[in-house]
C-alpha cells in the first residue's frame, strides 16, 4: 500500500538555527499537505501544494513540492521556541475518494533549546 | 465559528468492552474523518462520512463502525476493546472538496 515516509524522526536544534523535514510518499500525489502538533495538542493544517515543483513561504517556514509530486520538504530559519512540536507531511490515501483520507508521515519531533 | 468539538475527552475502558466517541464537526463542514493516533503507528485513518455515507474506510477490523447524523455529527464504536485500542482518536472536519482538515482536541481512549 501506499506509505509515506519522513525524516528525520526527531530533531533537536538550538533557538535560531534551521531546521529541515523531508517527506518521500511512494506513490506520486496529487497535493501534499503539512501539518503541525504541538505537544498535547491535535494537529493543525499549515498548508497544501499542489503543484509540481511548488514553493510556498510563510513567514520563517518554507514548503517546497518535488517536481515529481513523490517529496516534499519543509524548512523553518531561525527557529524560535514557539516552533517546538510535530511536523507531519500527509497526502491523499492511493484509491481515495476525496480529501477525508490521508496517509501521514510517521512525523519529526523538533525540540528547540533556548 | 467554532472548532470540531470531540466527547468525552478521556475514556477508560477495560478489555471486552465496548466504546462510543462523538464528534461534532464545524458548522457547515459535512465531511468528517476519523484518524487514531499511537506512537507506534502514527496517525492511521479510520473512516470518512459525508452526507451520512461511508465514503472511505481504512484498514482496521470490523470491531470499528462509525456513522454520521443528517447535522453532520459523527460517532465512531469500537466493540470488544484490546490492549492494542488505546490511544488518542481524532477527528477532523472539512468543507466539500477542500484539502484542509480541521482536527478536534481528540478523545483520549486507555483500555486496562
Known amino acids: 500500500g501506499q506509505q509515506v515516509m519522513q525524516i528525520p524522526q526527531y530533531q533537536h536544534v538550538q533557538e535560531g538555527e534551521d531546521f529541515t523535514t523531508y517527506c518521500n510518499s511512494s506513490?506520486?500525489?496529487?497535493?501534499i499537505q503539512w501539518y503541525k502538533q504541538r505537544p498535547g495538542g491535535h494537529p493543525v493544517f499549515l498548508i497544501q501544494?499542489?503543484?509540481?515543483?511548488e514553493v510556498k513561504k510563510q513567514k520563517r517556514l518554507t514548503f517546497q513540492f518535488g517536481e515529481a509530486k513523490k517529496n516534499s520538504s519543509l524548512h523553518i530559519t531561525a527557529t524560535q521556541t514557539t516552533d517546538v512540536g510535530t511536523y507531519f507531511c500527509?497526502?491523499?490515501?492511493?484509491?481515495?475518494?476525496?480529501?477525508?483520507?490521508?496517509?501521514f508521515g510517521q512525523g519529526t519531533i523538533l525540540t528547540v533549546h533556548p | 465559528k467554532a472548532g470540531v468539538t470531540q466527547t468525552p475527552r478521556y475514556l477508560i475502558k477495560t478489555r471486552g468492552q465496548q466504546v462510543t466517541l462523538s464528534c461534532s464537526p464545524i458548522?457547515?463542514?459535512?465531511?468528517v474523518s476519523w484518524y487514531q493516533q499511537t506512537p507506534g503507528q502514527g496517525l492511521q485513518f479510520l473512516f470518512e462520512?459525508?452526507?451520512?455515507?461511508?465514503?472511505n474506510k481504512g484498514n482496521f477490523p470490523g470491531r470499528f463502525s462509525g456513522r454520521q447524523f443528517s447535522n453532520s455529527r459523527s460517532e465512531m464504536n469500537v466493540s470488544t476493546l484490546e490492549l492494542g485500542d488505546s490511544a488518542l482518536y481524532l477527528c477532523?472536519?472539512?468543507?466539500?472538496?477542500?484539502?484542509?482538515?480541521?482536527f478536534g482536541p481528540g478523545t483520549r481512549l486507555t483500555v486496562l
Open positions: 501544494l499542489v503543484k509540481s515543483g
Open positions: 500527509a497526502g491523499p490515501s492511493a484509491g481515495g475518494t476525496s480529501y477525508g483520507k490521508l496517509t
Open positions: 477532523a472536519s472539512s468543507l466539500t472538496n477542500t484539502a484542509e482538515q480541521f
Open positions: 462520512y459525508f452526507s451520512e455515507t461511508q465514503r
Open positions: 458548522s457547515g463542514h459535512r465531511s
Open positions: 506513490t506520486t500525489l496529487s497535493n
